[in-house]
């Protein structure tokens, strides 16, 4: 059984450098478990990790998509099973950093996700008349745990659910139940923490940088077809609030208030995700020396690394 370092916790506490870090000490390398660093031409809303920050340090699951495309996370759990074994077939450490949970606990758990791209195509042309709230409701009548768990604007998701039932006769939550959902690697989880207050300060100041480093010109750059608040590329946060924004329905100050905001829910919804989900040991960050943040995490993946 391989084994795989995994590096999460919110947005704004050091993934990154964390992660580089330790592939320069065990002969490692990384695979990004973001969702939305996939994407090409999205750098700067998405805190995608630069070639200066990359370190000479091989990263993979980078730049892999154009904005207009649709990533599944069953597609992202193919993607990084094969990253992961061919990183380790060259006698190198396989280091995951992200914060999208689902994806990294789909990556390396035995989930089975349906082939669903002709299942939602069908959900689609069969309900296109309803409306999300409509769609939501029909949902809820037939799989309650999956409407529970599933945003009503997020679309695809419900017509996904949907489509499971009326072609398997059964739930998505009930096909979920069945699946024994047990590690296939030797991981080990890294969880990065801090105060909440200084969290959302360092995420609050993120986006001010993001900003001035370019954020709306980067945007606005982009080509027409890849502007499109239907894409799952613009449904990322420091994107999706800016149509409000070139759209004059919104100030800049109330865009980047927006992206602070959602940031820092969003952070909060990581902690609870991860918390509850993967068995993660905690490390608290100390900002001011990153290197003590380090040599303590290193220490416990070293003894986890040695332990054959």
């Excluded at 993934?15 to 969702?35: C, H, P, Q, R, W």
């Excluded at 750098?43 to 993979?60: L, P, S, W, Y």
């Excluded at 649709?70 to 993607?79: A, C, I, L, P, R």
């Excluded at 059964?170 to 296939?184: A, N, P, V």
């Amino acid at each position: 059984m391989e084994k795989v370092i995994v590096i999460v916790g919110p947005t704004s506490v050091g993934k990154t450098k964390m992660g580089v870090e330790l592939a320069k000490k065990f002969n490692g390398e990384v695979i990004s478990g973001d969702s939305m660093q996939i994407y090409r031409k999205l750098d700067i809303g998405t805190a995608k990790v630069t070639q200066g920050e990359m370190d000479g340090i091989a990263h993979h699951l980078i730049d892999i998509k154009n904005p207009d495309e649709s990533y599944s996370v069953k597609e992202f759990q193919e993607d990084v099973r094969r990253q992961i074994n061919d990183i380790a077939s060259r006698n190198k450490l396989p280091i995951i950093v992200g914060g999208t949970g689902l994806y990294i606990k789909g990556a390396l758990y035995d989930y089975q996700f349906e082939e669903a791209e002709d299942h939602v195509e069908k959900a689609r042309e069969k309900y296109a008349h309803l409306t999300n709230e409509q769609l939501h409701g029909l949902l809820e009548k037939i799989d309650p745990a999956s409407a529970l768990a599933i945003h009503p604007n997020n679309r695809q998701r419900v017509f996904r659910a949907i489509e499971i039932f009326e072609t398997t006769g059964q739930t998505k939550s009930e096909s979920l139940k069945k699946q024994e959902h047990k590690m296939l690697y030797d991981a080990f989880f890294v969880g990065l923490t801090c105060p909440r207050e200084l969290l959302y300060q360092n995420i609050n100041e993120r986006v001010d940088r993001m900003v001035a480093m370019g954020l709306l010109e980067e945007m606005a750059g982009l080509p027409e077809n890849y502007k499109y608040p239907g894409l799952q590329s613009m449904k990322a946060i420091g994107y999706k609030e800016l149509f409000a924004y070139f759209s004059g329905n919104a100030s800049l100050e109330q865009t980047v208030e927006l992206i602070k905001k959602n940031s820092r829910n969003y952070a909060k919804r990581q902690y609870t995700w991860f918390n509850n989900q993967v068995p993660v040991t905690w490390f608290d960050v100390d900002f001011d020396d990153f290197e003590k943040t380090i040599d303590a995490v290193a220490n416990q993946v070293e003894a986890f690394v040695e332990d054959r």
